[in-house]
């Protein structure tokens, strides 16, 4: 009998909330962070200690960047570990689903470490 | 007749893929091109993730990365992460009409107003926090 695999509805579906907030936020953040300085078009002081400090002093800001950089990593690493295997490779000694899954989850712990314990 | 599934001795077949085959026309390499985006947007937020980690570590510490994230080597990289981010949204929001359906009331929303909702919200989100950091809001 076919049995039914619990856990890849829950990684898919990891992958799709993960391409939605990529899709939505990653161009915005990834031109203010990198490029709206060095073209002149934002002040460097807005993205300062003291402001960036100020922000992460606030709970919501805190949740919405930990949204904005962990569920994409989930996204990725669903993608990441597809490409793999259209790329030819077969499992390695760690299965890949650990090695793909894994990164992102660490990247997890990292996230809600520096966001909710250091700050 | 009586088969079972046990007398069969299955063999699975493996169809070897050259780890070019994606090179071989544009559209493949489009796909691999829409995978590897994914990569790029990961990379971009764990570069994030560290900057605000370096908050922790005083203002002289954060000055100093910031400097040198406006340097050529990490403006390159920005803009090729910009264009790949580009590229997910747009292939991600093309393709939500067809996978996602949207009723209201009964009748079903066309998926072509289901994308175009998607690209405007996605407009009007990259502005609402363009202005956020432009000091408007």
């Known amino acids: ?119 | 007749m009586n088969l079972h599934h046990e007398d069969y001795q299955h063999k699975v077949y493996i169809r070897r893929k050259s780890p070019t085959w994606w090179l071989r026309n544009i559209k493949y390499f489009m796909f691999m091109m829409r995978e590897l985006s994914s990569a790029f947007i990961g990379a971009f937020l764990l570069l994030f993730l560290y900057e605000l980690f370096l908050i922790s570590k005083g203002e002289a510490v954060f000055n100093q990365f910031q400097t040198s994230l406006r340097s050529p080597a990490f403006i390159v990289f920005y803009v090729i992460a910009l264009i790949f981010a580009l590229y997910h949204t747009v292939t991600w929001f093309g393709v939500v009409g067809r996978i996602q359906q949207v009723k209201v009331g009964k009748t079903k929303v066309p998926p072509s107003l289901v994308t175009a909702s998607a690209f405007a919200g996605w407009i009007v989100v990259s502005i609402a926090i363009g202005l956020f950091f432009f000091g408007v809001i």
């Open chain 1, 1 to 119: 009998m076919y049995k039914m695999d619990k856990k890849e509805p829950f990684w898919w579906g990891m992958f799709s909330v993960g391409g939605v907030v990529a899709a939505l936020l990653a161009p915005i953040h990834i031109f203010i962070s990198g490029l709206a300085v060095p073209l002149n078009l934002l002040d460097a002081e807005v993205l300062g200690y003291a402001q960036m400090k100020a922000l992460l002093g606030h709970p919501l800001v805190k949740i919405y960047l930990f949204v904005l950089v962990v569920l994409p990593l989930y996204h990725a690493a669903h993608r990441i570990r597809f490409s793999l295997y259209e790329l030819g490779v077969r499992e390695f000694r760690i299965s890949m689903d650990i090695l793909c899954y894994g990164g992102a989850l660490i990247g997890t712990g990292l996230a809600a470490y520096i966001l909710f314990h250091l700050f």
